[in-house]
């Protein structure tokens, strides 16, 4: 957190109002256009910076990001400075958002501060069950977090906070370097609740840690399509909506991914509700691009087809890009779903337009001869706030579709 009065970048009417109205971010080519361009080469990343209006009002702060190519901005009052007392308001009312939410417990995981939609661009900041976790987007933006790690600390007293830098758009794999912040170090695996089901997390592992937080309006909506269901819930990952089928009773349910490791996490998963094994929960370790293909060729059929599948695979000898694959197993799951049942699509990713998603089904509907109805669209639950001047944030779409009898 700066001290030192910082350097101000003059903005003109447009951007100043697009700070105010919380825009995340200022594209460094943008800056050559403004009134009084400042050459950011000569600036230090991380770098925090004053954003003044033509008449020199305070419109808030920037931080300086060459390496992302932008200036991270912090709409604020004109006579707030950017330090201690200002990150503290705004993680307070982060954290009062999500106490009315009902969010904040011993055991709950949550998002406690969703970038920009916080008032905070380039910064994620998720609780589970008391272990904070802080991402920054870039390494100019980690350069601020052992101030803000201490405001989150004394705010929520948790039992530790560790950060991780994840670049924007990429989700590194493996394992990642972490830093403990506060508290002592999260234990390798602990458990977190959501409504009435524990699951398993690793914090100190890689990127994900075992549940999307932002999926939890997506669990909760597919609760009532499932009793006495069959289930195949494709790119299965640690088996989230595979607990929820079982819970809700479902006839069986079918896990599919190719990584050995996130079946028996689902295993473990299982474990930790007390669900025991049955030929019933089927685990296939596969490419669910074969998996399909091959559950056509046996006639397989299921009452209800999930498809949550990732930007792309990057596993040697494993292909799979949303952008160019989406379309065509949305047609294969087709071929295997049930009269009357249920096909979920999600998609937790920018490169997924709604429009193309929309589009890919209704071609996949119109190449299988298959009539599908929009029931649900779950979306971001509400501790994933956006900003109105930036709608794009808004990253999952999820769309339940009902084939005719
Ligand atoms: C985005 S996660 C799925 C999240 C999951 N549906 C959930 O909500 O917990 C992606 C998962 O897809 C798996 N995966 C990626 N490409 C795959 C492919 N071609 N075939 C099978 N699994 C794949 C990965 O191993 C990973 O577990």
Redesign the pocket.
């Known amino acids: 957190m700066t001290t030192t009065e910082p350097t101000s970048l003059t903005l003109n009417e447009l951007w100043a109002s697009r700070v105010r109205g919380g825009i995340p971010s200022i594209g460094l080519a943008e800056l050559a256009s403004l009134p009084i361009p400042i050459d950011v080469a000569t600036m230090t990343p991380g770098e925090v910076v004053s954003l003044r209006a033509e008449n020199f009002d305070s419109v808030g702060f920037g931080i300086v990001d060459p390496e992302s190519e932008v200036i991270w901005c912090y709409p604020a009052d004109p006579e707030e400075s950017f330090d201690e007392r200002f990150f503290r308001k705004r993680v307070r009312q982060a954290l009062a958002l999500r106490k009315r939410l009902g969010l904040v417990g011993d055991e709950s995981g949550y998002r406690l501060i969703h970038g920009e939609g916080d008032h905070l661009a380039g910064y994620q900041v998720d609780v589970y069950a008391q272990h904070v976790v802080i991402y920054s987007l870039s390494a100019a933006l980690d350069s601020h977090v052992p101030g803000w790690a201490e405001v989150i600390g004394s705010e929520l007293q948790p039992l530790s906070i560790i950060s991780k830098v994840r670049p924007a758009g990429e989700v590194p794999t493996g394992k990642v370097p972490f830093r403990l912040e506060y508290g002592v170090e999260p234990p390798a695996t602990l458990s977190v609740r959501e409504d009435d089901l524990l699951y398993e997390v690793h914090l100190t592992g890689g990127i994900?840690t075992?549940?999307?937080l932002d999926?939890r309006q997506?669990?909760r909506s597919l609760r009532p399509w499932l009793r006495g269901k069959s289930v195949l819930?494709?790119?299965?990952?640690?088996?989230?909506?595979s607990m929820l089928a079982v819970r809700e009773g479902a006839k069986s349910i079918t896990s599919?991914?190719?990584?050995q490791?996130?079946l028996e996490w689902t295993k473990a998963n299982l474990a930790l509700n007390e669900i025991p094994l049955s030929k019933n929960i089927r685990f296939d370790r596969?490419?669910?691009?074969?998996?399909v293909k091959v559950a056509r060729r046996h006639d397989k059929m299921f009452d209800v087809v999930?498809l949550?599948?990732?930007a792309?695979?990057t596993?040697p000898n494993?292909?799979?890009f949303m952008k160019s694959d989406y379309g065509r197993l949305i047609a294969h799951a087709l071929k295997i779903l049930s009269p009357g049942g249920l096909l979920v699509v999600?998609a937790?990713s920018a490169v997924a337009k709604p429009e193309k998603l929309e589009s890919q089904i209704r071609e996949a509907g119109k190449e299988t001869l298959r009539r599908l109805r929009l029931v649900d669209s779950p979306g971001l639950p509400s501790d994933f706030p956006t900003q109105m001047i930036h709608p794009a944030a808004r990253h999952l779409k999820c769309l339940f579709l009902l084939a005719d009898d």
Not at 233 to 241: E, I, K, V
Not at 256 to 259: G, I, M, R, S
Not at 286 to 291: A, F, G, K, N, R
């Open positions: 994900n075992g549940l999307f999926m997506v669990r819930n494709l790119f299965s990952y640690t088996g989230s909506f599919v991914d190719f990584a490791g996130v596969d490419d669910v691009l074969e998996y999930i949550d599948p990732p792309k695979t596993v494993k292909r799979w999600a937790s």
